[in-house]
């Protein structure tokens, strides 16, 4: 009886293994699909592809997934769509947009859908990597912790846009640039939520901060044409 209960005691002691993390990336490059999958795999991933936006939500419809990696521009249905009609069921998931051809107008719109990473083609497989641990380990991050609410940084604030919270995550975002104003991707992502927010001209400012801080910054210099050419600056 004691072996027993000894091998029981210790079966119980060991520790479960975690399950893989599981990635469905939709794209209608065949390339782009394969490279990710292989970097991921590589990292021990379970990923999961699909050609386009409807092959994507059959994909989705039929399995739990902690990620979605998807192009923006695809026949049948596009990314944006892809993503609206996923927010219909499930209002949390990781999403990181893949995209050659990058429009502020887009963009905005998939962060207005809770997306708050993407990665511009081409790119590397340590950069997809790096992004996709990245997201992941911000998915452990509780936005309602006391700490979070004591030193709130800009994951946190990256966090509380995926769960579509635009107050706090501008609220977050604020905070976290007052104690580091040096970081122009900082300075850009609380642009971009000022801009969800309606405040424009405060959005300007910040793309306009980064902008010193980094005269190449990407995505600041298309916010700033685009905001040109629709005549707001």
């Given at each position: 009886?004691?072996?027993?209960?000894?091998?029981?005691?210790?079966?119980?002691?060991?520790?479960?293994?975690?399950?893989?993390?599981?990635?469905?990336?939709?794209?209608?490059?065949?390339?782009?699909?394969?490279?990710?999958?292989?970097?991921?795999?590589?990292?021990?991933?379970?990923?999961?592809?699909?050609?386009?936006?409807?092959?994507?939500?059959?994909?989705?419809?039929?399995?739990?997934?902690?990620?979605?990696?998807?192009?923006?521009?695809?026949?049948?249905?596009?990314?944006?769509?892809?993503?609206?009609?996923?927010?219909?069921?499930?209002?949390?998931?990781?999403?990181?947009?893949?995209?050659?051809?990058?429009?502020?107008?887009?963009?905005?719109?998939?962060?207005?859908?809770?997306?708050?990473?993407?990665?511009?083609?081409?790119?590397?497989?340590?950069?997809?990597?790096?992004?996709?641990?990245?997201?992941?380990?911000?998915?452990?991050?509780?936005?309602?912790?006391?700490?979070?609410?004591?030193?709130?940084?800009?994951?946190?604030?990256?966090?509380?846009?995926?769960?579509?919270?635009?107050?706090?995550?501008?609220?977050?975002?604020?905070?976290?640039?007052?104690?580091?104003?040096?970081?122009?991707?900082?300075?850009?992502?609380?642009?971009?939520?000022?801009?969800?927010?309606?405040?424009?001209?405060?959005?300007?400012?910040?793309?306009?901060?980064?902008?010193?801080?980094?005269?190449?910054?990407?995505l600041s210099r298309d916010y700033l044409f685009w905001m040109q050419a629709k005549g707001?600056?």
């Open positions: 009886m004691a072996g027993t209960t000894t091998r029981a005691s210790n079966a119980a002691a060991v520790p479960r293994l975690s399950r893989k993390r599981r990635i469905l990336v939709v794209d209608d490059e065949k390339n782009i699909r394969l490279t990710v999958q292989h970097s991921l795999i590589a990292a021990d991933y379970d990923v999961e592809t699909a050609a386009n936006g409807a092959e994507g939500l059959d994909r989705f419809r039929d399995g739990h997934f902690d990620l979605i990696l998807m192009d923006l521009r695809m026949p049948q249905i596009n990314g944006i769509e892809m993503l609206r009609e996923i927010r219909e069921h499930d209002k949390h998931i990781a999403a990181i947009v893949i995209t050659a051809y990058l429009t502020i107008d887009t963009l905005l719109e998939a962060f207005s859908l809770g997306v708050s990473d993407y990665i511009r083609k081409p790119f590397s497989p340590n950069d997809i990597r790096e992004m996709v641990r990245r997201v992941l380990v911000r998915e452990t991050l509780d936005t309602h912790s006391a700490e979070a609410e004591a030193a709130p940084t800009i994951e946190l604030a990256r966090k509380a846009l995926a769960e579509q919270d635009l107050p706090r995550a501008l609220e977050f975002a604020k905070r976290a640039v007052a104690r580091d104003s040096n970081n122009p991707d900082s300075q850009a992502f609380l642009g971009i939520l000022e801009h969800l927010a309606g405040d424009q001209q405060a959005a300007e400012q910040s793309f306009h901060e980064a902008l010193l801080l980094d005269p190449q910054h990407q707001h600056s």
